[in-house]
């Protein structure tokens, strides 16, 4: 009989491999595979059974579970798409961005995929699990069962634990329509927002998030000036275009999530007034109406859980390849249909009333496929409002909020989208189903902005200002230490490494860039173990662009600034591949670096050796022209100039849909 033993810890391991049992071992975690190899048992890696490829099935699985969640039968023959509506819109679009980036289940899909995929390969008569994580222990035995196999393990997860994390999701759904009333009573003793000034020029309204207002020199004045992440120049062309103007609504806190302190959150609410700005922000349309309807809403979505999560039919469709993990999905099903769905009303509704307030024109936004957006956009397109949206990132065929099937063509997109290249053309027109004419090649204008500041910049005295010798050479390291879901991949498990080999690299010396959304100090604890020597933390409001200008070289895993280095003629290493970013590193823009491998040689090659950068310069160059019209310094003039024309144009609501 084979026995076959899947361990989650390194202390399961370390335990197992002690035993000099006769089973099979697969290390199910990085940890428990190190364990094994450090105390010379023989097991394997799951790596060893999901293959790069395998993995890109994986995440396909989990996105096609997710769609199809929303058009199964859940209750008298309907989909949550049918039965979940609010004023004509689907609450389903909303749902399946909570339900896909925000809750366990896709990972469950995942981990069914993974199970599978390891038990068809070993076919074992029994398997036993030691050191995994409750759930995962759960799923895997069910993997098992459906596959007719013995398993020793839980059958079914502690019913009290799942209980009370339900309870919590409830309570804080209560808490949501709480926080909206208090909005909505400081709304009322601010009094009406300012309304744009009086001019006889169209509108055009930007849709910010205010985190991404920031400040800087102006070049010639010397004077602070804040200026927005995204739309940075695009504001002041279309005011100097002279037959339009523009406005800006803001949603979300000032400060990052990530970074934002228990003193930010108390001193948010202790606000009875709002803070001046260069925007209005949009809890000042949070108005008594609003607060209506968002209580509304919530109490139809509790009457909806109630009802449905005792459908068999909503049961069925938790499962995958024959696993149930409905039991599992209990508190997820709670968020989604408690706390996502009133706040995509409350959003919506907040639009409505900043769209009645400012009579606009033209909406212009980005983000357009996150839950805010697509409210906007509902919104807008209720209010025959056209709306232009602008690519601000890197696309890739995973990207989630992109993906549409042929039948969701009313899901909420924008009229007309301006996109970095054709690169994001052919994602959004063969995985998204865009309509060709609603995209408009414009370029990027940060990039433009990027080549214009790097003329201005002195680069020899950023870098001693930087404490960089003239013969050194410069990394900048900016990435996220830690993934903001389970599909996006960061630098913090190949953090160590690279701090090793700047340190093994005479002459070489690294700054870290945290990203906006990170504190510093996520980087302290990696550099102290390590007696970092040569790399060093800046503070998250470091300007990246000017660094780039300064640098050598970038190392990122998942960051538009991989891009933007390139733009600068910097050349780049990915780490953690297989990543978003793989795309750069097939067309030979970029050297890439295997998850877990030493990163050395990538980093000796890319500071050194001049054939290789050579030859990164050349496929930059070929990488650029495809993915951003080849950087010729016209995207601002092309955006604002669709901008003026969406305006004008009647007639242009519903383009995108």
């Not at 390891?118 to 076919?123: I, N, P, Q, S, Y």
């Not at 400060?255 to 302190?261: E, I, L, T, V």
């Not at 024959?322 to 639009?351: C, I, N």
């Amino acid at each position: 009989m084979k026995t076959l033993v899947v361990v989650g810890s390194a202390a399961a391991a370390r335990e197992r491999a002690r035993a000099h049992s006769p089973a099979t071992l697969v290390a199910w975690s990085e940890e428990a595979a190190a364990a094994l190899q450090s105390a010379g048992a023989p097991g394997r890696a799951v790596s060893d059974y999901v293959s790069g490829e395998d993995q890109d099935r994986i995440d396909e699985a989990a996105i096609a579970w997710t769609k199809a969640w929303g058009t199964r039968s859940v209750w008298d023959g309907r989909s949550i798409r049918e039965l979940l509506v609010w004023k004509g819109v689907s609450l389903w679009w909303f749902a399946e961005l909570f339900l896909h980036h925000s809750t366990s289940c896709p990972r469950y899909v995942r981990l069914i995929e993974g199970f599978c995929r390891v038990l068809e390969a070993e076919r074992p008569d029994e398997v036993e699990a030691e050191g995994l994580p409750e759930e995962e222990a759960v799923l895997l035995g069910r993997t098992c069962t459906a596959l007719r196999i013995l398993f020793h393990g839980p059958a079914r997860p502690r019913a009290r634990a799942l209980g009370l994390r339900m309870r919590r999701v409830s309570l804080r759904a209560r808490m949501d329509v709480l926080k909206c009333a208090v909005t909505a009573g400081k709304t009322a003793l601010a009094g009406v927002p300012p309304a744009p000034a009086a001019d006889a020029r169209p509108l055009a309204l930007f849709l910010s998030h205010a985190a991404f207002w920031r400040e800087r020199r102006d070049p010639e004045g010397g004077e602070p000036a804040e200026y927005e992440h995204y739309f940075d120049r695009i504001l002041p062309g279309v005011d100097a275009a002279g037959d339009l103007r523009a406005s800006v609504v803001a949603v979300g806190p000032r400060a990052a999530f990530r970074r934002r302190g228990v003193s930010d959150r108390l001193a948010e609410w202790a606000r009875l007034h709002p803070e001046p700005g260069p925007y209005v922000h949009v809890n000042r349309f949070t108005s008594p109406r609003v607060l209506h309807e968002v209580r509304r809403a919530a109490t139809l979505a509790r009457r909806a859980w109630h009802a449905l999560r005792r459908s068999a039919g909503l049961s069925e469709a938790f499962s995958h390849r024959g696993v149930g993990f409905a039991d599992l999905a209990g508190p997820d099903l709670a968020g989604t249909l408690l706390r996502q769905l009133p706040w995509a009303v409350r959003s919506y509704e907040e639009m409505t009333e900043a769209l009645q307030a400012t009579r606009p024109s033209v909406v212009c936004l980005y983000a357009e496929s996150s839950g805010w957006g697509r409210a906007a956009i509902a919104a807008c397109r209720a209010a025959g409002v056209p709306t232009v949206a602008i690519q601000h990132g890197i696309l890739y065929p995973k990207y989630y909020s992109y993906r549409h099937g042929a039948d969701e063509a009313d899901c909420p997109r924008p009229d007309r989208t301006a996109i970095f290249g054709e690169s994001a053309r052919k994602i959004l027109v063969e995985l998204g189903h865009y309509a060709p004419e609603s995209l408009v090649v414009t370029g990027s204008a940060k990039f433009d902005d990027l080549l214009a500041a790097a003329a201005r910049w002195d680069r020899a005295q950023i870098r001693r200002r930087l404490g960089v010798g003239p013969a050194e050479r410069l990394l900048i390291v900016a990435s996220r230490y830690r993934s903001i879901r389970d599909t996006h991949a960061s630098i913090g498990a190949d953090f160590p490494a690279l701090v090793r080999a700047v340190d093994s690299l005479p002459g070489v010396k690294a700054l870290i860039k945290p990203h906006p959304a990170e504190p510093e100090n996520a980087y302290a604890a990696d550099l102290r173990a390590a007696g970092a020597v040569r790399v060093r933390v800046l503070p998250p409001g470091a300007d990246l662009m000017e660094l780039l200008h300064a640098a050598d070289g970038l190392v990122t895993v998942e960051s538009l600034s991989a891009v933007e280095a390139l733009v600068l003629g910097r050349p780049v290493v990915v780490l953690s591949m297989p990543t978003h970013l793989r795309e750069l590193v097939e067309a030979g823009a970029a050297l890439g670096v295997p998850a877990g491998e030493d990163p050395t040689a990538a980093l000796r090659d890319m500071l050194f050796d001049e054939a290789v950068r050579a030859r990164l310069g050349q496929a930059r160059a070929r990488y650029l022209r495809h993915v951003a019209q080849g950087v010729d310094g016209g995207a601002t003039a092309r955006i604002v100039g669709l901008l003026r024309e969406t305006a004008r144009r009647p007639g242009v609501v519903g383009l995108g849909a």
